[in-house]
């Protein structure tokens, strides 16, 4: 009784019968029992006991048999087909979003709306070179006898380059502009250049009492008697003469200035 409760199966128990003396042969014929003994009705088996519950363990769901999960398979698949019939009835509409590659095209494939203002082509008109416009304004019916202040490296070939305290033979500008342009009085070179750079002077002619001879490169070496051109006398002790297109400076106590 306590195993049943426990949930133990019984087992049909076997009668084996050792009466009969060894040897004996088996039956001959048919080796079935006899019709009269299968007929025979059986007492029933008792239905197997469900096994208790111990406690604390989850009981799990029984499992369902063959047919109620084919009936239930058929049951979800009929759910589907009528899902899917309700579809093709009515489609649901997806907007397919463009591509990167098609809004790429797209944005080619647009052109700028045109403009009600006329286009301006730049190629049509051809520049003038600074040089010819600063040309035509330099004054060639005047001339100026100019000493070069500071040394100018010019940026083009138009542009006339020198050192300081060179002389040169300047053209002015017609409307007051700051280029002029002129001739190296040295080499000969002419071309334009920044009024900035140089000073226009007024030669005197004076004539040397001694001789001399100079220090230095920028001194001028004469003998007594000479007449030379005076630039500058603003200095009391030192006077700038021009010679060869150079200008140095003289001992003024060695000069004495001359009219003409």
Known sequence: MRSIQGGLKLRPTKTIDKSAPPGSGKVLGDSAPPTHINAAPRAPSPPPLAPASAPGILETSPMVNDETS?????????????????????????????????????????????????????????????????MSDIDKGREHRVRSLYPFEGDGPEDLSFEENLMIVANPSKTGGDWWYGTLVKTGKAGLFPKTYVEVVTPKKAKTIYAYIGN????????EGEILSIIDTSEEEWWKAEQGGMVFIAPAAYLELVEG
Do not use: H, K
């Open 70 to 134: 084919r009936s239930s398979n058929r049951q979800s698949v009929g759910w589907f087909a009528d899902r899917a019939a309700d579809v093709g009835e009515s489609p649901v509409i997806v907007e397919r979003l463009p591509s990167m590659s098609e809004a790429d095209e797209a944005d080619d494939i647009y052109e700028t709306p045109a403009s009600s203002i006329p286009e301006i082509r730049v190629g049509d008109v051809t520049p003038e070179p600074a040089g010819n416009s600063l």
């Open 216 to 223: 230095n490169p920028d001194e001028l070496s004469f003998n």
